[in-house]
């Protein structure tokens, strides 16, 4: 393993807590996997998850080359349910490529793979499916010229008989989509090509939650919104870790990371230099993991 400091949070029933702000009466340091502390507001509130403490997603020493290049290095990767788990990075981390160990396009070429805390092999989407892992790629991978309910069962039509149950699948894309509380979607019935971006966004993460989901990773949902969709992208995000999925964004707002995630994991060219509490950290150590590896007690050991 790379000697990381803070990378086994979330490995142990009780974890250790890493660079603690000043809090009063010492609650940082009673933080345990059943709860996280609420941030803002003034006083430090405790607020119970009620999760287990058993990761949905728990990676370890994970590689990946693509050819002769190292992209992933002894990589450790944690995510819980009913938390939002921010994995950042600079451009050319790691990010994407660990998503796509994570989906199973491209599986690790080494490393162990947990999910609920059993090991299991996801060599391809499918598998990672089958478990109730699905991911928003970056590119969302909809269809421009298909209505939104022909993009939400893409392969995986509901038939009656050798019909296809277009009422039923009216329906469950209708009550997905009102799930994720979209106010401005419309008729169902409407092509790709004519929603905005923020639309498409929310269509492919209705997507991914139609299929009784437990881990969704989302690639930069929100590169390329303004900032009234970025915010109920946000709040989406948000809903699905209240409902209990593991949630994985991966962004290069810190805003955006700040606002929504209970922790954050941090690739530096391809190591994982911290996977930390949210409420334990600052910007602009974040900030500092990112750009080095290191922020003064966290990352990388010297
Ligand atoms: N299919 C590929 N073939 C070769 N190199 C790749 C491929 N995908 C990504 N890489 C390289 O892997 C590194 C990490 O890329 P990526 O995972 O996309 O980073 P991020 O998403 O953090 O920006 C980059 O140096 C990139 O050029
Ligand atoms: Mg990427």
Not at 56 to 68: F, P, Q, T, V, W
Not at 181 to 208: C, E, H, K, P, W
Not at 231 to 252: C, F, K, P, T
């Amino acid at each position: 393993m790379t000697p990381v400091r803070g990378a086994e949070d979330g490995w142990e029933p009780v974890a250790r807590t890493i660079g603690s702000p000043a809090l009063p009466g010492g609650v940082a340091d009673t933080l345990t996997d059943h709860g996280r502390l609420a941030r803002g507001g003034g006083a430090a509130r405790w607020e119970p998850l009620g999760m287990s403490v058993t990761p949905a997603l728990d990676l370890r020493g994970i590689d990946k080359s693509y050819g002769s290049v190292k992209v992933l290095h002894d990589v450790a990767f944690c995510a819980h349910p009913g938390e939002v788990t921010a994995l950042v990075g600079d451009n050319g981390a790691g990010k994407t490529t660990l998503v796509k160990c994570i989906g199973g396009i491209h599986p690790p070429d080494r490393g162990e793979y947990r999910f609920e805390g059993r090991p299991v092999r996801v060599g391809s989407p499918r598998d990672a499916a089958r478990l109730g892992i699905e991911i928003v790629h970056q590119d969302l991978a909809l269809c421009e010229n298909l209505d939104i309910v022909q993009n939400l069962f893409l392969g995986r039509e509901r038939r009656r008989g050798l019909a296809l149950d277009e009422a039923a699948m009216e329906e469950m894309a209708r009550s997905t989509l009102s799930g994720l509380a979209v106010r401005t979607m419309g008729s169902v019935r409407q092509r790709i090509a004519t929603l905005s971006g923020g639309q498409r966004q929310t269509v492919a993460i209705a997507r991914a939650v139609l299929w009784d989901s437990k881990v969704v990773v989302l690639d930069e949902p929100a590169a390329a919104l303004g900032v009234a969709q970025t915010q109920q992208v946000l709040e989406i995000v948000r809903r699905l870790a209240d409902r209990g999925l593991a949630v994985v964004l991966i962004s290069h707002n810190m805003n955006d990371v700040f606002a929504v995630s209970d922790r954050i994991a941090a690739l530096y060219l391809g190591r994982m230099v911290a996977q930390v509490r949210t409420a334990d950290v600052t910007h602009r150590q974040i900030v500092e993991l990112i750009t080095s590896g290191v922020s003064g007690e966290l990352g990388l050991r010297r």
